[in-house]
């Protein structure tokens, strides 16, 4: 083969595999987030083997789910040309945390799925009765972690806050209005 | 030609992870970009009906990030600041970050023109605009002042 057939065969040969190949966004913590390479027509499973493997722990220990999903995905679902490869994923252990908001000299805890929303908790614990909230202020309120300023986002997992441990604790704040 | 580190660094943060996710959830698109101008649209639930509500920003990305952005509140088929009646109401946060003020940006602490005024960018410094951050910090701000609103329907619900 001359030299510029095998430079053409070997571009050829890296698109082929890479056709045959899906990359699938998943957050496994806070800050953890990668882009996990898979083989067309391969299984969730795939993801949650590597990310079991990189902890030292069990296969089914873990849960995965698509980002805005509250079901978690079953692991034999197959990665085919139509599935929504592009949608992030995120890889949970499959212990609850507990939830433990504070607010003023009260506080009230519930135990959570890792891949509840900072939102979902947001929207309970504005309705806790000893908060005594109306809720036409509910808009007004926000999560930060416990003594801490920073507001947290709403679409963030619990899980990937609370990280290893299974507590979380939190306060509810009023949300930071600009000075007019 | 030397490429434009700015438009790079936009660039670079319309392809993050965090920005990537937001638009894949539906939480907000690009209209356009076209540095330093980028004109995009955040989800706001939806309305009584069930249909899908979101509104239009037009940012100034100039010398990114190490200025802030300058984000206005956008009627995109008209070309201008949506008009006062047809802005975001609700509780005070709500009206305050999309009031009409003097320089008429949105009124959050991480904006060009909010950040020096009235001092919050010091008196609220994890709202304030860092090089650091990307652009889905705003995006995410945007997004969740814009979606508090139906809380309130969500607790009714609840509770």
Request: glycine residues 6%; proline residues 6%.
């Amino acid at each position: 083969m001359a030299e510029g057939e095998e430079g053409k065969h070997e571009i050829e040969q890296t698109a082929a595999k890479q056709a045959e190949e899906v990359l699938l966004p998943v957050k496994t913590g806070l800050t953890e987030e990668r882009e996990m390479k898979l083989e067309r027509g391969a299984n969730l499973l795939r993801i949650v083997e590597m990310v079991a493997r990189e902890r030292g722990v069990l296969v089914e220990e873990f849960a995965i789910f698509r980002e805005g999903e509250v079901e978690e995905l079953a692991i034999e679902t197959v990665i085919t040309d139509v599935y929504p490869r592009h949608r992030r994923h995120h890889v949970h252990h499959k212990s609850l945390v507990k939830v433990v908001v504070f607010y003023g000299a009260k506080d009230a805890s519930r135990e959570l799925k890792r891949n509840a929303t900072v939102e979902q908790v947001l929207t309970w614990a504005v309705a806790v009765k000893e908060f005594g909230i109306d809720a036409a202020m509910a808009p007004e309120f926000n999560l930060a972690r416990r003594k801490v300023k920073e507001e947290l986002p709403g679409t963030e997992h619990i899980g990937h806050l609370a990280g290893p441990k299974k507590v979380l604790e939190l306060d509810l704040v009023r949300g930071d209005i600009a000075n007019g | 030609m030397i490429p434009d580190p700015s438009a790079a660094r936009v660039a670079a943060d319309l392809d993050e992870s965090d920005f990537v996710a937001g638009v894949h959830a539906g939480h907000w698109r690009v209209i356009s970009f076209a540095f330093p101008t980028l004109d995009f649209a955040v989800a706001a639930g939806a309305d009584a009906s069930g249909r899908p509500i979101e509104y239009g920003f037009h940012a100034d990305l100039s010398n990114y990030p190490g200025q802030a952005p300058m984000v206005r509140i956008w009627d995109h088929a008209k070309g201008g600041p949506l008009a006062p009646n047809l802005r975001p109401n609700g509780t005070p946060r709500i009206q305050r970050t999309f009031q009409c003020w003097t320089d008429d940006t949105v009124y959050r602490p991480w904006d060009r023109k909010t950040g020096p005024h009235s001092n919050n960018a010091r008196t609220f410094p994890h709202l304030a605009w860092w090089p650091e951050h990307r652009l889905s910090f705003i995006f995410r701000d945007i997004h969740d002042i814009l979606n508090s609103n139906a809380r309130a329907d969500r607790v009714r619900a609840a509770t």
